[in-house]
Protein backbone atom coordinates (compact mmCIF):
# COMPACT_ATOMS: atom_id res chain seq x y z
CA UNK A 1 0.00 0.00 0.00
CA UNK A 2 0.94 3.58 -0.81
CA UNK A 3 0.43 6.52 1.61
CA UNK A 4 -0.25 9.58 1.10
CA UNK A 5 1.65 11.32 4.07
CA UNK A 6 4.60 9.21 5.61
CA UNK A 7 4.64 11.33 8.95
CA UNK A 8 8.32 10.74 10.67
CA UNK A 9 8.51 10.73 14.87
CA UNK A 10 5.85 10.94 17.19
CA UNK A 11 6.21 13.27 19.39
CA UNK A 12 3.81 16.30 19.37
CA UNK A 13 4.31 17.80 16.18
CA UNK A 14 4.34 14.42 14.54
CA UNK A 15 1.60 13.55 16.55
CA UNK A 16 -0.95 16.59 16.23
CA UNK A 17 0.09 16.57 12.09
CA UNK A 18 -1.28 12.96 11.66
CA UNK A 19 -4.34 13.72 13.68
CA UNK A 20 -5.11 16.54 11.39
CA UNK A 21 -4.51 14.49 8.35
CA UNK A 22 -6.35 11.01 9.17
CA UNK A 23 -9.37 13.35 10.05
CA UNK A 24 -8.93 15.22 6.96
CA UNK A 25 -9.46 11.52 5.26
CA UNK A 26 -5.45 11.25 3.89
CA UNK A 27 -4.29 8.38 4.35
CA UNK A 28 -1.48 8.73 6.68
CA UNK A 29 1.21 6.40 8.84
CA UNK A 30 2.71 7.60 11.34
CA UNK A 31 6.44 5.97 12.47
CA UNK A 32 7.87 6.25 15.57
CA UNK A 33 10.61 4.82 16.85
CA UNK A 34 10.15 4.04 19.85
CA UNK A 35 6.56 4.15 21.39
CA UNK A 36 7.69 3.66 25.17
CA UNK A 37 10.16 6.86 24.64
CA UNK A 38 9.99 9.20 27.40
CA UNK A 39 11.26 12.34 25.34
CA UNK A 40 13.70 14.45 28.02
CA UNK A 41 11.42 17.97 28.47
CA UNK A 42 10.45 20.02 31.54
CA UNK A 43 6.79 20.04 29.99
CA UNK A 44 5.95 23.23 30.82
CA UNK A 45 2.86 24.27 28.06
CA UNK A 46 0.93 28.11 27.67
CA UNK A 47 -2.42 28.25 28.14
CA UNK A 48 -3.41 29.29 24.65
CA UNK A 49 -1.88 25.55 23.80
CA UNK A 50 -4.25 23.80 26.14
CA UNK A 51 -7.39 25.45 24.84
CA UNK A 52 -6.61 25.59 21.20
CA UNK A 53 -5.78 21.62 21.37
CA UNK A 54 -8.37 21.00 23.73
CA UNK A 55 -5.86 19.10 25.69
CA UNK A 56 -8.07 17.13 28.85
CA UNK A 57 -7.55 18.18 32.10
CA UNK A 58 -5.94 15.01 33.72
CA UNK A 59 -3.08 15.35 31.38
CA UNK A 60 -2.24 19.20 32.82
CA UNK A 61 -1.11 18.10 35.83
CA UNK A 62 -0.30 21.28 37.56
CA UNK A 63 -1.71 24.67 36.69
CA UNK A 64 1.09 27.15 37.80
CA UNK A 65 0.16 31.03 37.98
CA UNK A 66 3.44 31.71 40.63
CA UNK A 67 6.38 32.27 39.17
CA UNK A 68 9.89 33.76 40.20
CA UNK A 69 12.83 34.60 38.45
CA UNK A 70 16.54 34.69 40.36
CA UNK A 71 19.42 37.26 39.42
CA UNK A 72 23.04 35.75 39.84
CA UNK A 73 23.70 37.59 43.00
CA UNK A 74 20.44 36.08 44.92
CA UNK A 75 17.60 38.71 43.98
CA UNK A 76 14.44 36.61 43.49
CA UNK A 77 11.45 38.56 41.76
CA UNK A 78 7.94 36.80 42.38
CA UNK A 79 5.41 37.52 39.87
CA UNK A 80 1.57 36.34 39.79
CA UNK A 81 -0.01 35.71 36.41
CA UNK A 82 -3.09 37.39 37.16
CA UNK A 83 -5.29 35.68 34.15
CA UNK A 84 -3.52 32.42 32.84
CA UNK A 85 -1.27 29.74 34.10
CA UNK A 86 1.47 27.52 33.04
CA UNK A 87 0.36 23.98 32.69
CA UNK A 88 2.41 21.23 33.77
CA UNK A 89 2.79 17.87 31.71
CA UNK A 90 4.56 14.73 31.95
CA UNK A 91 5.82 13.64 28.06
CA UNK A 92 5.67 10.12 29.22
CA UNK A 93 1.69 10.35 29.27
CA UNK A 94 0.88 13.56 26.62
CA UNK A 95 2.66 11.97 24.00
CA UNK A 96 1.16 9.06 24.30
CA UNK A 97 -2.45 10.67 24.20
CA UNK A 98 -1.58 12.41 21.45
CA UNK A 99 -0.29 9.40 19.59
CA UNK A 100 -3.66 7.53 20.18
CA UNK A 101 -5.82 10.21 19.57
CA UNK A 102 -4.03 10.23 15.46
CA UNK A 103 -4.96 6.56 15.84
CA UNK A 104 -8.58 6.73 17.07
CA UNK A 105 -8.92 9.37 14.02
CA UNK A 106 -7.54 7.27 11.31
CA UNK A 107 -4.12 7.24 11.05
CA UNK A 108 -1.50 3.80 10.88
CA UNK A 109 1.05 3.53 13.70
CA UNK A 110 4.43 1.60 12.75
CA UNK A 111 7.47 1.63 15.65
CA UNK A 112 10.32 1.39 13.63
CA UNK A 113 13.33 3.49 13.38
CA UNK A 114 13.64 5.15 10.13
CA UNK A 115 17.27 4.17 8.79
CA UNK A 116 16.81 5.95 5.33
CA UNK A 117 14.68 7.63 2.57
CA UNK A 118 15.12 7.65 -1.29
CA UNK A 119 13.11 8.86 -4.17
CA UNK A 120 10.69 6.17 -5.94
CA UNK A 121 8.20 6.44 -8.46
CA UNK A 122 7.07 10.41 -8.03
CA UNK A 123 7.11 9.40 -3.90
CA UNK A 124 8.94 8.06 -1.10
CA UNK A 125 10.58 4.68 -0.13
CA UNK A 126 11.41 4.80 3.37
CA UNK A 127 13.55 2.07 5.08
CA UNK A 128 12.53 0.97 8.34
CA UNK A 129 14.97 -0.88 10.92
CA UNK A 130 14.06 -4.22 12.94
CA UNK A 131 13.74 -5.87 9.00
CA UNK A 132 9.99 -4.44 8.83
CA UNK A 133 9.47 -3.78 5.03
CA UNK A 134 10.10 -0.27 3.24
CA UNK A 135 6.99 2.01 3.37
CA UNK A 136 5.61 4.02 0.33
CA UNK A 137 4.37 7.20 1.06
CA UNK A 138 3.81 10.56 -1.95
CA UNK A 139 4.53 12.97 0.77
CA UNK A 140 7.01 13.21 4.03
CA UNK A 141 6.69 15.01 6.78
CA UNK A 142 9.64 15.19 8.96
CA UNK A 143 8.84 15.27 12.48
CA UNK A 144 11.49 13.20 14.08
CA UNK A 145 13.11 15.87 16.72
CA UNK A 146 16.53 18.21 17.10
CA UNK A 147 18.33 15.53 15.40
CA UNK A 148 16.55 14.47 12.49
CA UNK A 149 16.97 11.68 9.99
CA UNK A 150 14.39 12.87 7.58
CA UNK A 151 16.26 16.71 6.89
CA UNK A 152 19.35 14.81 6.31
CA UNK A 153 18.57 11.98 3.95
CA UNK A 154 16.30 14.79 2.26
CA UNK A 155 19.46 17.42 2.37
CA UNK A 156 17.65 20.25 4.23
CA UNK A 157 19.73 22.92 5.13
CA UNK A 158 21.78 22.37 8.69
CA UNK A 159 19.90 23.33 12.02
CA UNK A 160 22.74 26.05 13.08
CA UNK A 161 22.62 26.54 16.61
CA UNK A 162 21.77 24.02 19.12
CA UNK A 163 21.48 24.16 23.12
CA UNK A 164 22.08 20.64 25.04
CA UNK A 165 19.79 20.43 27.96
CA UNK A 166 19.77 18.35 30.81
CA UNK A 167 17.31 17.60 33.56
CA UNK A 168 17.09 15.78 36.97
CA UNK A 169 14.26 14.08 38.59
CA UNK A 170 13.57 14.68 42.34
CA UNK A 171 11.32 12.98 44.46
CA UNK A 172 9.34 15.24 46.84
CA UNK A 173 11.42 16.09 50.01
CA UNK A 174 11.15 18.63 52.78
CA UNK A 175 13.95 20.81 50.90
CA UNK A 176 11.61 21.14 47.83
CA UNK A 177 8.38 21.47 49.17
CA UNK A 178 8.47 25.09 48.91
CA UNK A 179 8.39 24.28 44.92
CA UNK A 180 5.60 22.32 45.18
CA UNK A 181 3.43 25.46 43.22
CA UNK A 182 6.20 27.92 41.54
CA UNK A 183 7.91 27.94 38.70
CA UNK A 184 11.47 29.30 38.93
CA UNK A 185 13.82 30.47 36.56
CA UNK A 186 17.98 30.93 37.30
CA UNK A 187 19.35 33.55 35.80
CA UNK A 188 23.09 32.98 36.70
CA UNK A 189 26.19 32.01 34.77
CA UNK A 190 27.38 29.52 37.17
CA UNK A 191 24.19 27.49 36.25
CA UNK A 192 24.24 28.39 32.62
CA UNK A 193 26.61 30.72 31.04
CA UNK A 194 24.42 31.68 28.22
CA UNK A 195 21.18 29.77 28.58
CA UNK A 196 19.25 29.86 32.28
CA UNK A 197 18.22 26.80 35.10
CA UNK A 198 14.71 25.83 35.82
CA UNK A 199 12.67 24.57 38.73
CA UNK A 200 9.67 23.00 37.74
CA UNK A 201 7.49 20.72 39.58
CA UNK A 202 5.06 17.87 38.82
CA UNK A 203 2.81 15.73 40.35
CA UNK A 204 5.01 13.58 41.37
CA UNK A 205 8.39 14.41 41.20
CA UNK A 206 10.10 18.49 40.86
CA UNK A 207 12.29 18.73 37.32
CA UNK A 208 15.56 21.12 37.52
CA UNK A 209 17.82 21.26 34.85
CA UNK A 210 19.81 23.75 32.67
CA UNK A 211 21.15 23.88 29.20
CA UNK A 212 24.53 25.80 27.37
CA UNK A 213 25.24 26.09 23.70
CA UNK A 214 26.13 22.46 22.40
CA UNK A 215 29.70 21.82 22.92
CA UNK A 216 30.78 24.80 24.37
CA UNK A 217 30.28 24.03 28.09
CA UNK A 218 30.42 21.25 30.61
CA UNK A 219 26.99 20.70 30.92
CA UNK A 220 27.42 18.16 34.16
CA UNK A 221 29.75 20.05 35.84
CA UNK A 222 26.93 23.73 35.54
CA UNK A 223 23.74 20.89 37.03
CA UNK A 224 26.38 19.83 39.67
CA UNK A 225 26.47 23.56 40.35
CA UNK A 226 23.21 24.17 40.10
CA UNK A 227 21.94 21.91 42.75
CA UNK A 228 24.60 22.77 44.96
CA UNK A 229 23.76 26.39 44.89
CA UNK A 230 20.30 25.23 45.88
CA UNK A 231 21.95 23.49 49.04
CA UNK A 232 19.79 20.30 47.62
CA UNK A 233 21.20 17.20 49.36
CA UNK A 234 18.47 14.61 47.96
CA UNK A 235 19.41 12.80 45.37
CA UNK A 236 17.82 12.54 41.96
CA UNK A 237 15.89 9.18 40.92
CA UNK A 238 16.44 9.98 36.77
CA UNK A 239 19.07 12.16 34.64
CA UNK A 240 17.74 12.64 30.96
CA UNK A 241 19.44 15.06 28.53
CA UNK A 242 18.73 16.04 25.01
CA UNK A 243 19.42 18.52 22.38
CA UNK A 244 17.29 21.77 21.66
CA UNK A 245 17.40 23.91 18.12
CA UNK A 246 17.43 26.97 18.94
CA UNK A 247 17.18 28.27 14.98
CA UNK A 248 14.66 27.52 12.60
CA UNK A 249 16.26 25.71 9.80
CA UNK A 250 16.83 28.66 6.15
CA UNK A 251 14.53 26.35 4.73
CA UNK A 252 12.13 23.57 6.09
CA UNK A 253 9.67 22.97 3.08
CA UNK A 254 10.48 21.21 -0.19
CA UNK A 255 7.96 20.46 -2.88
CA UNK A 256 6.84 17.22 -1.42
CA UNK A 257 8.33 17.27 2.33
CA UNK A 258 7.85 19.28 4.90
CA UNK A 259 9.65 19.66 8.47
CA UNK A 260 7.69 21.02 11.51
CA UNK A 261 8.36 21.14 15.50
CA UNK A 262 12.41 20.32 16.79
CA UNK A 263 13.05 19.20 13.39
CA UNK A 264 12.49 22.31 11.53
CA UNK A 265 14.16 24.32 14.48
CA UNK A 266 11.31 25.81 16.10
CA UNK A 267 12.05 26.45 19.00
CA UNK A 268 12.00 30.32 20.48
CA UNK A 269 15.85 31.73 21.55
CA UNK A 270 15.87 32.73 25.68
CA UNK A 271 13.47 30.23 26.63
CA UNK A 272 13.59 26.89 24.53
CA UNK A 273 10.36 26.80 24.51
CA UNK A 274 8.88 24.21 21.63
CA UNK A 275 6.31 22.33 22.60
CA UNK A 276 4.10 24.90 21.32
CA UNK A 277 5.76 25.44 18.17
CA UNK A 278 6.13 21.93 17.31
CA UNK A 279 1.79 21.36 17.83
CA UNK A 280 1.53 25.07 15.92
CA UNK A 281 3.95 23.87 12.83
CA UNK A 282 2.32 20.47 12.96
CA UNK A 283 -0.93 21.53 12.92
CA UNK A 284 -0.20 24.24 9.99
CA UNK A 285 2.15 21.71 7.80
CA UNK A 286 -0.73 19.42 7.86
CA UNK A 287 -3.41 21.85 6.78
CA UNK A 288 -1.41 22.96 3.81
CA UNK A 289 -0.60 19.56 3.00
CA UNK A 290 -4.27 18.91 2.78
CA UNK A 291 -4.53 21.94 0.39
CA UNK A 292 -1.49 20.77 -1.56
CA UNK A 293 -2.97 16.90 -2.06
CA UNK A 294 -7.04 18.60 -2.66
CA UNK A 295 -6.32 21.51 -4.68
CA UNK A 296 -2.37 21.33 -5.79
CA UNK A 297 -1.36 24.84 -3.45
CA UNK A 298 2.09 25.03 -2.74
CA UNK A 299 3.44 23.23 -0.05
CA UNK A 300 5.03 26.48 0.81
CA UNK A 301 2.73 28.24 1.77
CA UNK A 302 2.99 26.35 5.57
CA UNK A 303 6.55 28.10 5.99
CA UNK A 304 5.36 31.52 4.88
CA UNK A 305 2.52 31.33 7.57
CA UNK A 306 4.45 29.82 10.22
CA UNK A 307 7.26 32.88 9.37
CA UNK A 308 4.02 35.00 9.32
CA UNK A 309 2.92 34.41 12.10
CA UNK A 310 6.10 33.79 14.72
CA UNK A 311 8.76 35.75 13.24
CA UNK A 312 8.36 38.53 15.15
CA UNK A 313 8.36 36.64 18.60
CA UNK A 314 11.59 34.59 17.58
CA UNK A 315 12.94 37.67 16.70
CA UNK A 316 12.14 39.27 20.07
CA UNK A 317 13.58 36.52 21.90
CA UNK A 318 16.61 36.44 20.24
CA UNK A 319 17.17 40.04 20.26
CA UNK A 320 16.46 39.53 24.32
CA UNK A 321 18.75 36.34 24.43
CA UNK A 322 22.20 38.32 22.68
CA UNK A 323 21.81 41.29 24.52
CA UNK A 324 21.12 40.18 28.58
CA UNK A 325 22.36 36.23 28.50
CA UNK A 326 25.98 38.04 27.78
CA UNK A 327 27.25 38.49 31.01
CA UNK A 328 25.99 38.17 34.88
CA UNK A 329 26.10 42.03 35.23
CA UNK A 330 23.43 42.21 32.23
CA UNK A 331 21.37 39.00 33.70
CA UNK A 332 21.36 40.87 37.41
CA UNK A 333 20.20 44.03 35.00
CA UNK A 334 16.93 41.67 33.38
CA UNK A 335 16.11 40.54 36.70
CA UNK A 336 15.77 44.02 37.69
CA UNK A 337 13.59 44.79 34.49
CA UNK A 338 11.22 42.01 35.63
CA UNK A 339 10.42 43.71 38.88
CA UNK A 340 8.30 46.11 36.28
CA UNK A 341 4.26 44.87 36.47
CA UNK A 342 4.23 46.20 32.80
CA UNK A 343 6.96 44.27 31.64
CA UNK A 344 5.19 40.90 33.78
CA UNK A 345 1.97 41.61 31.93
CA UNK A 346 3.77 41.95 28.39
CA UNK A 347 5.59 39.20 29.19
CA UNK A 348 2.96 36.78 29.94
CA UNK A 349 0.01 37.93 27.32
CA UNK A 350 2.99 36.93 24.75
CA UNK A 351 3.62 33.49 26.27
CA UNK A 352 0.19 32.54 26.78
CA UNK A 353 -1.03 33.32 23.43
CA UNK A 354 1.86 33.80 21.60
CA UNK A 355 0.55 37.24 20.25
CA UNK A 356 2.85 40.15 20.48
CA UNK A 357 0.03 42.34 22.11
CA UNK A 358 1.37 46.19 21.87
CA UNK A 359 1.68 47.98 24.72
CA UNK A 360 0.23 51.33 25.29
CA UNK A 361 2.95 54.60 23.99
CA UNK A 362 3.72 55.78 27.02
CA UNK A 363 4.43 51.86 28.93
CA UNK A 364 6.98 51.52 25.71
CA UNK A 365 8.62 54.72 26.35
CA UNK A 366 9.09 53.83 30.05
CA UNK A 367 10.53 50.18 29.51
CA UNK A 368 12.37 51.08 26.59
CA UNK A 369 14.08 53.67 28.94
CA UNK A 370 14.21 50.90 31.57
CA UNK A 371 16.11 48.93 29.05
CA UNK A 372 18.79 51.56 28.52
CA UNK A 373 19.39 52.24 32.18
CA UNK A 374 20.14 48.99 33.37
CA UNK A 375 22.11 47.65 30.08
CA UNK A 376 24.25 50.67 30.84
CA UNK A 377 24.32 50.04 34.45
CA UNK A 378 25.03 46.33 33.40
CA UNK A 379 27.69 47.15 31.25
C1 LIG B 1 15.65 19.14 28.78
C2 LIG B 1 14.60 19.81 27.91
C3 LIG B 1 13.59 20.55 28.51
C4 LIG B 1 12.59 21.14 27.71
N1 LIG B 1 11.58 21.79 28.33
C5 LIG B 1 10.57 22.32 27.60
C6 LIG B 1 9.45 22.93 28.23
O1 LIG B 1 9.33 22.95 29.44
N2 LIG B 1 8.47 23.46 27.44
C7 LIG B 1 8.55 23.43 26.08
O2 LIG B 1 7.65 23.96 25.40
N3 LIG B 1 9.60 22.84 25.45
C8 LIG B 1 10.59 22.27 26.17
N4 LIG B 1 11.63 21.64 25.54
C9 LIG B 1 11.61 21.53 24.07
C10 LIG B 1 10.61 20.44 23.64
O3 LIG B 1 10.91 19.25 24.32
C11 LIG B 1 10.66 20.21 22.13
O4 LIG B 1 10.64 21.43 21.47
C12 LIG B 1 9.49 19.34 21.65
O5 LIG B 1 9.55 18.06 22.22
C13 LIG B 1 9.48 19.22 20.13
O6 LIG B 1 8.51 18.27 19.72
P1 LIG B 1 8.71 17.44 18.37
O7 LIG B 1 7.54 16.58 18.21
O8 LIG B 1 9.05 18.36 17.26
O9 LIG B 1 10.04 16.59 18.62
P2 LIG B 1 10.31 15.46 19.72
O10 LIG B 1 9.47 15.67 20.91
O11 LIG B 1 11.79 15.41 19.90
O12 LIG B 1 9.80 14.13 19.03
C14 LIG B 1 10.51 13.52 17.98
C15 LIG B 1 10.07 12.06 17.93
O13 LIG B 1 10.68 11.46 16.78
C16 LIG B 1 11.13 10.16 17.11
N5 LIG B 1 12.22 9.86 16.19
C17 LIG B 1 13.44 10.46 16.11
N6 LIG B 1 14.16 9.94 15.10
C18 LIG B 1 13.38 8.99 14.52
C19 LIG B 1 13.57 8.10 13.41
N7 LIG B 1 14.71 8.09 12.70
N8 LIG B 1 12.56 7.26 13.09
C20 LIG B 1 11.39 7.26 13.81
N9 LIG B 1 11.17 8.08 14.86
C21 LIG B 1 12.14 8.93 15.20
C22 LIG B 1 11.58 10.28 18.58
O14 LIG B 1 11.57 9.03 19.24
C23 LIG B 1 10.53 11.26 19.14
O15 LIG B 1 9.42 10.59 19.70
C24 LIG B 1 12.65 21.03 26.30
C25 LIG B 1 13.67 20.29 25.70
C26 LIG B 1 14.63 19.68 26.49
C27 LIG B 1 15.72 18.88 25.83
Known sequence: MRYDVAVIGGGPSGATAAAI????????????????????????????????????????????????????????????????????VRRERFDSYLRDKAVRLGADIREALVKNIESHDGGYRITLSKGLPPVEASYIIGADGANSRTASELHFPENELQVIAMQQRFSYCSELKSYEDLVEIWFDAEVSPDFYGWIFPKTDHIAIGTGTEFRKHDLKALQKRFIEKMGLTEKPYLDEAAKIPMKPRKSFTQENAILVGDAAGLVTPANGEGIFFAMRSGKLGAEAMIEHIRHKKPLSAYEKNFRKLYAQIFFGLQVLQ???????????????????RDVQQITFDSYLYKKMVPAPWSVQMKIFMKNIYHMTKGN
Request: charged share 25%; proline share 7%; hydrophobic share 40%.
Open 21 to 88: LAKAGISTILIERNLDNVKPCGGAIPLGLIEEFSIPEPLVEKKLSRMSVRSPKGRIISMEMPNGYVGM
Open 322 to 340: SVYYRNDRLRESFVAICQD
